[in-house]
């Protein structure tokens, strides 16, 4: 089973920038897809950014050449780089990963949530 403890969320002015970090551990064989959802005040989770292991990246389309997602496959880490935020932005990032536990098992996991705030 794998657990995720993410960071890097707070309050931040517009125009202005954070990095997420998303670190999972347990008894992980692999992982595949690593993503970033995000929900908004009074909207559903939406994917914001995911990322295979091979590095194909996909971005929602309001966050394209805004956002950066990578990944440190060693560490079993993920990052999520924002800039030029704005207050559409607002909200809850999960992180999530789907890959294999070291039993053979196929694992989804989410995080507990990061809390992003972009003033205006």
């Known amino acids: 089973q794998a657990v995720l403890e993410e960071s890097g969320g707070g309050l931040v002015q517009t125009g202005g920038s954070l990095r997420l970090s998303c670190a999972a551990s347990g008894s992980i064989s692999s992982i595949d897809v690593m993503g970033w959802y995000r929900r908004a005040p009074g909207k559903q989770r939406e994917l914001v950014a995911d990322i295979t292991s091979g590095g194909t990246t996909n971005y929602l389309d309001s966050v394209k050449g805004r956002f950066t997602i990578s990944r440190d496959n060693a560490k079993n880490t993920m990052y999520l780089q924002m800039n030029s935020l704005n207050h559409e932005d607002t909200g809850v990032y999960y992180c999530?990963?789907?890959?294999?536990?070291?039993?053979?098992?196929?694992?989804?996991?989410w995080g507990p949530g990061t809390l992003v705030i972009v003033s205006s």
């Open positions: 999530n990963t789907r890959g294999t536990t070291s039993w053979d098992l196929a694992f989804d996991a």
